[in-house]
């Protein structure tokens, strides 16, 4: 398949306990998860910040980047880099932001959803080459939630307003044993404008965002390394193991057990 062939995945990793500095330019195209922690981040002296997890930094050829750990502390690293022409593409339109001041950062709105979406990217990766079609695709929705994540509009009210508090009850509790055609009788719309209002936010429907946020859950507890799979499926909301399994398979490309063996962190 053509279509992929125009970009490779230079290098990845997570680095739970990083204390590393960089001070240098970039060969390729990157982007950089600060997990926990805080850093300083910029360009050379010039525009630096202090980044507070969860944030995202992204960084390309040319400028003299420099980032690290606050003095006396270390942070979460998580990372992917790439070259390859289709980058020139993310850029002309914008999936690959590249501002004119080079400050390029972000503070997550909906962390968890992106942390679930960066790891099932890295984890593509430990199964598939750099340039497989697979990992070209996951890294355009990667960067796709770059332009998902500024917070709603505060001018919302009535059951639009509801929804969205809906919406942030979902996030905060995936887990829980939600009714989406009861929250919408209880919201006083119907199951058709519940969907369209959640559509216009997430880009999916309340189902598919459940499922989704269930899955980012479940793979935040099985790289925690406490529970057993088994234990993690009830803890995000299922009951039915084989149900869990397939989701989660089709979510992040390998088994539960599997995805815990690879990304769990250090004790």
């Given at each position: 398949?053509?279509?992929?062939?125009?970009?490779?995945?230079?290098?990845?990793?997570?680095a739970?306990?990083y204390?590393?500095?960089?001070?240098h330019?970039?060969?390729?195209?990157?982007?950089?998860?600060?997990?926990?922690g805080?850093?300083?981040?910029?360009?050379?002296?010039?525009?630096?910040?202090?980044?507070?997890?969860?944030?995202?930094?992204?960084?390309?050829p040319?400028?003299?980047?420099?980032?690290?750990?606050?003095?006396g502390s270390?942070?979460?690293?998580a990372?992917?880099?790439?070259?390859?022409?289709?980058?020139?593409?993310?850029?002309?339109?914008?999936l690959?932001?590249?501002?004119?001041?080079?400050?390029?950062?972000?503070?997550?709105?909906?962390?968890?959803?992106?942390?679930?979406?960066?790891?099932?990217?890295?984890?593509?990766?430990?199964?598939?080459?750099?340039?497989?079609?697979?990992?070209?695709?996951?890294?355009e929705g990667?960067?796709?939630?770059?332009?998902?994540?500024?917070?709603?509009?505060?001018?919302?009210?009535g059951?639009?307003?509801?929804?969205?508090?809906?919406?942030?009850a979902?996030?905060?509790?995936?887990?829980?044993?939600?009714?989406?055609?009861?929250?919408?009788?209880?919201l006083?719309c119907?199951?058709?404008?519940?969907?369209?209002?959640?559509k216009?936010?997430h880009?999916?429907?309340?189902?598919?965002?459940?499922?989704?946020k269930?899955m980012?859950?479940?793979?935040?507890?099985?790289?925690?390394?406490e529970l057993?799979?088994d234990?993690v499926?009830?803890?995000v909301?299922?009951?039915?193991?084989?149900?869990?399994?397939?989701l989660?398979?089709?979510?992040?490309?390998?088994?539960?057990?599997?995805?815990?063996?690879?990304?769990?962190?250090?004790?």
């Open positions: 398949m053509n279509y992929f062939q125009d970009l490779r995945v230079f290098r990845f990793n997570h739970p306990d204390d590393q500095v960089v001070d330019s970039m060969q390729t195209y990157a982007l950089n998860y600060v997990r926990e805080r850093i300083y981040f910029g360009i050379r002296h010039e525009n630096r910040v202090e980044l507070k997890a969860p944030a995202l930094f992204w960084t390309w040319g400028p003299w980047w420099q980032y690290g750990a606050m003095p270390r942070w979460d690293h990372f992917i880099s790439w070259k390859g022409e289709r980058t020139q593409r993310f850029i002309k339109t914008n690959f932001p590249m501002p004119k001041s080079g400050r390029s950062f972000l503070h997550l709105s909906d962390p968890l959803g992106f942390e679930g979406e960066f790891f099932a990217l890295l984890s593509l990766l430990k199964e598939r080459e750099p340039d497989d079609p697979r990992v070209v695709n996951r890294l990667l960067l796709l939630l770059l332009h998902q994540q500024p917070p709603r509009p505060p001018a919302l009210r059951v639009a307003a509801r929804i969205h508090q809906l919406m942030d979902v996030d905060a509790a995936p887990e829980a044993d939600w009714d989406f055609a009861a929250e919408a009788e209880r006083g119907s199951p058709a404008y519940l969907r369209r209002v959640w216009a936010r880009g999916c429907s309340p189902v598919e965002t459940l499922q989704r269930r980012n859950l479940a793979a935040l507890l099985l790289r925690q390394n057993s799979v234990q499926l009830r803890e909301g299922y009951e039915h193991a084989g149900y869990f399994y397939r989660f398979r089709e979510h992040y490309g390998m088994a539960p057990g599997q995805y815990a063996r690879e990304f769990q962190t250090p004790g």
